[in-house]
């Protein structure tokens, strides 16, 4: 039995912010729900996201097939590198965190709602303030 939604509906998941001991301490200063910013740093998200620009983050927005993510990876073991921006893709195989720059590997995760911490909504080049996009 087939359990995928219908083709052109795209399909929804709540993002719950989970905020406990493993919380790094600038993702837990802030309310379970309050939306925080976080600076693009590398090349894995061009063309889209430039090194230095501004994405805020929705910790409990709906994550769907093509948004752009904040995922935690336990599994990773250098601390520094658990937290990761990626863009949500739903494959037969199965959901993967796809990096825009194809020269970083795709990263196959079992489930969303235990690795998906917030859905990028809006991005901003700093010092310009007309050059803000939403992905909302």
């Not at 336990?74 to 949500?88: A, H």
């Not at 990263?107 to 911490?117: F, G």
Request: include cysteine.
């Amino acid at each position: 039995m087939n359990s995928d939604p219908p083709r052109g509906k795209p399909l929804d998941i709540p993002v719950r912010a989970e905020l406990g001991a493993q919380a790094d301490l600038a993702f837990s200063a802030c309310a379970g729900g309050e939306s925080y910013a976080l600076m693009v740093l590398g090349d894995s998200m061009l063309p889209e996201f430039e090194h230095g620009e501004i994405i805020v983050v929705e910790p409990e927005g709906l994550a769907k097939d093509g948004s752009y993510v904040i995922a935690y990876l336990p599994w990773v073991e250098d601390e520094n590198e658990r937290y990761i921006f990626r863009q949500l893709v739903k494959h037969p195989e199965g959901w993967m965190l796809k990096p825009l720059n194809p020269l970083y590997p795709n990263i196959p995760i079992d489930s969303v709602e235990s690795v998906v911490r917030g859905v990028v909504t809006q991005k901003k080049k700093p010092g310009r303030r007309r050059a803000a996009k939403f992905y909302v």
